[in-house]
């Protein structure tokens, strides 16, 4: 099997996040959890590695907005609407947020933790496969029945 330049972009960078999740300590549940406690005893060293990964974003974003077409070929999606408002996407990410929550993982550092032979990544990756499939399946079928 030969891999093409983007598979191996990809692959660099993932690998380049999952570093980067593990040594901003996104992969303890801990630490998640106790920057989200706010009544108890507070965390938060979360808010820099957030701030780092908001500037690091903000740079990338600008440099893309520079650029006519993507580096590995075809076209950039169309700019979000305001239909970003929609019920289905605010509920979504209320049940994210309180998965996050109780599990203190959210899926990248889920994985990466699950690389790391942590069982509990396991139950919280099953669980937010099955949420996938029955969102994609209720979305299809909502598309059928017309609404």
Same mark, same amino acid.
């Given at each position: 099997m030969r891999l093409t330049s983007r598979q191996v972009v990809v692959a660099g960078l993932g690998a380049l996040f999952g570093v980067g999740l593990t040594l901003g300590g996104m992969t303890d549940p801990a630490r998640i959890i106790g920057f989200l406690d706010f009544a108890g005893r507070w965390d938060p060293s979360?808010?820099?590695?957030?701030? +780092?990964?908001?500037?690091?974003?903000? %740079?990338?974003?600008?440099?893309?907005? $520079? #650029?006519? $077409?993507?580096?590995?070929? +075809?076209?950039?999606?169309?700019?979000?609407?305001?239909?970003? @408002?929609?019920? @289905?996407? %605010?509920?979504?990410?209320?049940?994210?947020?309180?998965?996050? +929550?109780?599990?203190?993982?959210?899926?990248?550092?889920?994985? #990466?933790? %699950?690389?790391?032979? $942590?069982? $509990?990544?396991?139950?919280?990756?099953? #669980? #937010?496969?099955?949420?996938?499939v029955v969102a994609d399946r209720w979305s299809r079928r909502r598309v059928r029945e017309g609404a």
């Open positions: 979360l808010l820099f590695v957030m701030g +780092g990964a908001s500037g690091a974003y903000m %740079l990338g974003y600008r440099a893309v907005l $520079r #650029t006519h $077409r993507p580096w590995f070929g +075809g076209s950039y999606p169309a700019r979000p609407s305001r239909a970003w @408002r929609e019920p @289905r996407l %605010l509920v979504g990410a209320a049940l994210f947020g309180i998965g996050w +929550g109780l599990s203190g993982y959210c899926p990248g550092p889920a994985w #990466t933790a %699950l690389g790391a032979g $942590r069982a $509990r990544a396991v139950l919280v990756l099953v #669980t #937010t496969l099955a949420g996938i």
